[in-house]
Nanobody, 125 residues
Framework: QVQLVESGGGVVQTGDSVRLSCAAS????????PGWFRQAPGKEREFVAV????????LYADSVKGRFTISRDDAKNTVYLQMSSLKPEDTALYYC??????????????????WGQGTQVTVSS
């Protein structure tokens, strides 16, 4: 079974940048598009970003558009989420996941899987 392992979270200041990594144990990213979700305390898990499919650009949540960038390194079987200009409202547990090509365009958590265990990002003001 494919496992996704996130890393790179921590406590940062408002305006800082952080890069999250997601290492896959198998070649899941050859058959699925990588994506990121996050969940803040007391809130539902929400979509953050998903890699683009064919000629389509990556999709981002409006709240992170222009500040976050999803990318991948196929040689390392790793996906990244570069986060810049961080705000306290970005504080959350960040999850790596993937979606089938046929589901591209969906931002619903039910259309993604498997899931990593998450990495915590805390942005202090």
């Amino acid at each position: 079974q494919v496992q996704l392992v996130e890393s790179g979270g921590g406590v940062v200041q408002t305006g800082d940048s952080v890069r999250l990594s997601c290492a896959a144990s198998g070649r899941i990213f050859e058959s699925r598009l990588p994506g990121w979700f996050r969940q803040a305390p007391g809130k539902e898990r929400e979509f953050v970003a998903v890699e683009g499919w064919r000629d389509s650009s990556p999709l981002y949540a409006d709240s992170v558009k222009g500040r976050f960038t999803i990318s991948r390194d196929d040689a390392k079987n790793t996906v990244y989420l570069q986060m810049s200009s961080l705000k306290p409202e970005d504080t959350a547990l960040y999850y790596c996941t993937a979606t089938p090509f046929s589901k591209f365009g969906s931002t619903a958590a039910k259309d993604f899987g498997p899931w990593g265990q998450g990495t915590q990002v805390t942005v202090s003001s």
